[in-house]
């Protein structure tokens, strides 16, 4: 080093700073800080420095970060150690001093880009390596573009590693448990590899850009789902799951990462939109972006901006696959990362909306966003990014149609849908599930969504006239059916079951003319994929009824669980029709209700005190409700903080009417809150998850 420095080591303060900076879950050995906040190390010498003042006029400390320094995108900072610190930009400030050490105080900018940077102390014309730190994105500051005031918010959506994910239909959403792991060892540096190709793979070569959250965004997004970049998950049609995982057997983000990178960045098989959502929270998460995934039903993909979407049906009521491109989905998971957005007018700041799922976009990437969730309410859809395919998708008008034995199409009347439901998240601090729809619309008939609709319908036209029809923002317009008074239908049943019970129906069937009408119903149930794939017909069965003027008919049904519980698929869904034809006028009239099957079988029972490092056993009981063995019965269990990776436990068959205890030996290694997920699977049932939180006392 130059005269009278003598360099022997730094201590990065590495259980101090992480606490303070809120990473220690992360590491306890590495230094792992967040931007725009100080931290402390202290700079050890050999010899003793005298005139330490002279001294530190003549040394500097150097912070460089890059993925290739050699080749210029790198990036390298120096500024000198100073008695007092700028807290804004890069600064270093003199605590203390002794003979042999100077302890500093190291600011960094609110605005530095995210990475792993190497620090160097400069004296004269020597440099020596100090160590190496990680710099995320920082929620706890103000002048952070992700900064968020609320610190129970800060807790859900930066530090909590469980979550769960909502599947089910609109009446009835079903918690699915999720281990997001974003700070288990190892797992910040599989992110910034990540980001790292995200980038390559677009284009990017400045690391500045990773001073914005909305670059990481993009760039972590593209590396979800694209098989030709070699991202993290590989998609494919529902059901078809040969050399790989079912998405519905997946428990967490963890073990999808780590294989990603044992298998030199293969994508994984298989991932479906709630896999694809719960991996890029995972990974913003660990970044320092507070992320949280969302659940919204009957919501139409693919439409390629269209508002209108078309279903198309036989004459029995049995769904058809005429259109794969435009298809309503019961439901679909993305993602909501909160921040600044500095390239756009402040009103659009906060929640923006991030799709991973793959999208046939006629140009650009397949993902999605992030677009504004203000945007996307107030029909702002030429707002940055995608806001018009986020705002057709939970705005479509659904058409039903009727193909007939001549391939001639007829509209169903009474089967249109409206898609953008019961958009639903976690909620903060609890397993309770929150609606979020009014963030996305505003209520359904009110005058503000009839205004934000007029917006979207004179933003079409306006495209319309200045572009061709293949480049237009929307590409239609939906049309109302005129619809006949003469006849109703009314469908009901439970919005969800148990496994094992029958499905009882309620149909209402009204003649509001003055004649007496000669009708056929046609009842039916079908299982059906989370994206509206339908998977077989399993119940079918009909009716003739002469209904007499102004006559309300009820019918009551009971559909034997033992016709449906067969091939229910892994999101275990069920589509009831009825279908009404009018036999004068040829009229059809269409109702339709989704069901799920959701209820476990199997209870976890935990201890009611439990202390860290203490040996302990979980009981899960798994009930059988059927007239049949279940066969092959296999028990997964998971547990962050509580079980070493993942266990399986092979049952073999539980008997007809009887229930099976497993015991499970373990020893929690954290304290605080605890998840201990068991999730069941066997020929008969894909896939039944259930979880048990309790809280872990220190040692």
Known sequence: MGQGLSFKKCDFKVPMNNSNHHT??????????????????????????????????????????????????????????????????????????????????????????????????????????????????????????????????????????????????????????????????????????????????????????????????????????????????????????????????????????????????????????????????????????????????????NTKSSLSVDEYYDEDGTLLTQDKRARVWTFHVWNECWMARADLPPQYSGWQALDATCQEKSEGRSFCGPAPVHAIKEGDTEVNYDVCYFFAAINAKCQVWIQRADDTLKPAFGGTKYTGNNISTKSVGSERCEDITHNYKYPEGSLKEKGVLDKAYRSIRKLETTTSSSSTLFSSIPIALEEPVNLSLHLQSSSSLQPGQDIPLSIEMSNHSGEEKATQLVVGVQSLHYNGVPITQLWKEEFNFNLQSNEVHNLKILVPYSWCGRELGETHLLRLTAVLRDEASCYIYLAQEEISVSDPLHTIELPKTMVQYQPNTARISLLNPFPKPLEQCVVAVAGQGLIYRQRKYRLGSVQAKSTQELQIPFTPIRAGPRRLTAQLTCPQLQSLKSYRTTDIAAA
Not at 197 to 218: A, I, L
Request: charged residues 20%; negative net charge; aromatic residues 10%.
């Open 24 to 301: 220690e879950e992360i590491s306890t050995e590495r230094l792992i800080v967040r931007r725009g906040q100080p931290f402390t190390i202290t700079v050890n010498f050999s010899a003793p420095v005298h005139n330490y003042l002279q001294q530190m006029k003549r040394t500097f400390l150097i912070a460089q970060t890059g993925r290739h320094p050699s080749k210029g995108d790198e990036i390298q900072t120096e500024f000198p150690i100073s008695s007092l610190g700028d807290q804004k930009q890069w600064s270093a400030a003199l605590e203390e001093q002794d003979l042999c050490s100077w302890t500093l105080t190291v600011n960094t900018p609110a605005n530095a880009p995210i990475g792993q940077y190497t620090l160097l102390l400069r004296a004269s014309q020597t440099s020596h390596d100090l160590g190496e730190f990680t710099l995320l994105f920082n929620p706890w500051c103000q002048d952070d573009e992700v900064f968020l005031p609320n610190e129970a918010q800060r807790q859900e959506y930066i530090l909590n590693q469980e979550g769960v994910i909502y599947w089910g239909t609109e009446n009835a959403a079903v918690a699915q448990p999720w281990d997001f792991s974003q700070f288990e060892q190892g797992i910040v540096d599989i992110c910034f590899t990540l980001l790292c190709m995200g980038e390559h793979h677009q284009g990017e070569k400045d690391p500045t850009q990773r001073r914005s959250p909305v670059h990481v965004c993009r760039a972590v997004a593209a590396m979800l789902n694209c098989n030709e970049l070699k991202g993290i998950l590989t998609e494919c049609e529902a059901g078809k799951y040969r050399n790989g995982t079912p998405p519905s057997k997946w428990l967490g983000s963890s073990p999808i990462l780590w294989q990603w990178m044992a298998s030199k960045r293969q994508p994984v098989r298989y991932g479906h939109c709630w896999v694809f959502a719960a991996v890029m929270c995972s990974v913003l998460r660990c970044l320092g972006i507070p992320t949280r995934v969302v659940t919204g039903f009957t919501w139409a993909h």
